[in-house]
């Protein structure tokens, strides 16, 4: 595996000396050439058809917000709209701002893509399937090739839930130490770099980055991500006497119901994923690199402009030009789409059926929420939306894509 990109000095702030312009996230600023009805009519469709509780869409456009639009409610029950700035929690879009802060630290010279994840973590060995010694390096944690898996993917008494690891969703009294340890006691899926499995990767690329950063993770990503970006609403938790999130719901028949605040399963498939909403209230619960910050849709696109211009005022260029590239087999994660370092990647958009240039990094988290950024059209949007799972893989999300390029792309 090359390395020679990830030694970067610390002259890299000299990259940083003026600052991008990042999206005024406040109100959109819309061409008038720019006719954004079938956008509207998507978010409006999936509300009134009772797929979506409430949702908050963003895009800009070369750096511009071209789109700011909020729909249906935050709370239902009490009728308390939704806005621009309502927080949401963010579940696996949380993972955007952990790679984030790894590229941040491999831009500054403390970690490396080669480095074995226990150099870092000496306590992080999980054996290989036949009991033999295996070895993790952090791409293969940004990737999702390093042989670990989720337990939902697992049955009920699968090794993860027996070993009693946490996928940073639910509300548990371990650290996250305590968590990673639990997680390395188990074999491995494969050989680390055999092959692709989304897993638990990044909540221990979360306690890397902690560690090589010498703070807590969720003082590591406000240090090393949020403060330099101005994202002032993205954290690991908050006081509902100060801030109240969107009440989460997941869909049902004839519309979604809400997600009982300490336990909730909710069947995606044939899996099932166990939520616990007021894990958000709670900061002493371990800070879930893959799935545990909230945030507002404003923060998440001023993030996604930040990876769209090569690390702005957060990492070296060669960092993040690296890490859009893909690291997988083409198909890996579907057909014509692979994984890159710390999210998908387009690679065939005809093959993926989609309108997004081939390049176009995206990801989405289980409480309703997708989001992609296209370099080649200077194109990045985010949809916040308090209802799983419609607002992650739902036909809303396809429908606002295509009316997005309809609206913003020229054929």
């Known amino acids: 595996m090359k390395n020679k990109l990830f030694a970067v000095p610390l002259l890299f702030l000299l990259f940083c000396a003026s600052a991008l312009p990042m999206p005024d996230a406040g109100a959109a600023e819309a061409a008038e050439s720019h006719d954004f009805a079938k956008v509207d009519a998507a978010l409006d469709r999936a509300i009134q058809e009772r797929r ?41 879009t949380t993972k955007a701002f952990t790679a984030t802060a790894a590229a941040a630290l491999i831009s500054r010279g403390k970690l490396a893509l080669d480095d074995p994840v226990s150099k870092v973590l000496p306590y992080f060995t999980p054996p290989l399937p036949d009991g033999g010694k295996a070895e993790i390096r952090v791409a293969h944690l940004l990737s999702h090739t390093a042989g670990l898996d989720y337990g939902f993917f697992q049955a009920a008494n699968g090794p993860y839930r027996r070993a009693g690891v946490s996928d940073g969703l639910d509300l548990t009294p371990l650290t996250l130490e305590e968590n990673l340890k639990r997680l390395a006691s188990v074999p491995l899926l494969f050989t680390p770099g055999a092959q692709w499995r989304y897993s638990l990767a990044t909540d221990v690329l979360g306690g890397v980055v902690a560690a090589a950063y010498g703070a807590p993770l969720d003082v590591a990503v406000r240090e090393l991500v949020c403060e330099p970006l101005g994202l002032t609403s993205s954290v690991f938790a908050v006081s509902p006497d100060a801030v109240m999130p969107a009440k989460p719901y997941y869909n049902a ?51 996604l402009e930040a990876i769209r211009n090569d690390g702005a005022s957060v990492a070296a260029p060669e960092v993040l030009r690296e890490m859009k590239k893909p690291f997988t087999a083409p198909d890996a994660v579907a057909p014509g789409s692979a994984y890159a370092l710390g999210w998908s990647v387009v690679t065939d958009r005809a093959k993926l059926l989609t309108p997004q240039a ?8 289980v409480y309703g929420s997708m989001w992609f950024v296209d370099p080649q059209n200077k194109l990045s949007v985010v949809l916040l939306t308090n209802t799983a799972f419609e607002g992650m893989i739902g036909k809303v999300t396809l429908d606002v894509r295509n009316a997005l390029y309809d609206a913003l792309v020229k054929p």
Do not use: C
Request: glycine content about 12%.
């Open 358 to 365: 081939d390049g176009t990094l995206a990801w989405g988290g």
């Open 253 to 303: 028949l004839p519309e979604p119901l809400p997600m009982r605040p300490l336990g909730q399963d909710v069947l995606m498939g044939i899996l099932m994923l166990h939520f616990s909403p007021d894990r958000a209230f709670h900061p002493e619960a371990f800070p879930s690199g893959g799935a545990g910050m909230l945030s507002t849709a404003g923060d998440v696109l001023r993030l």
């Open 52 to 92: 979506l509780v409430g949702a908050v869409l963003m895009a800009a456009l070369d750096g511009k917000t071209v789109y700011a639009e909020a729909v249906g409610f935050a709370d239902r029950e009490n009728a308390t709209p939704m806005r621009l700035d309502t927080v949401f929690r963010l579940a696996s």
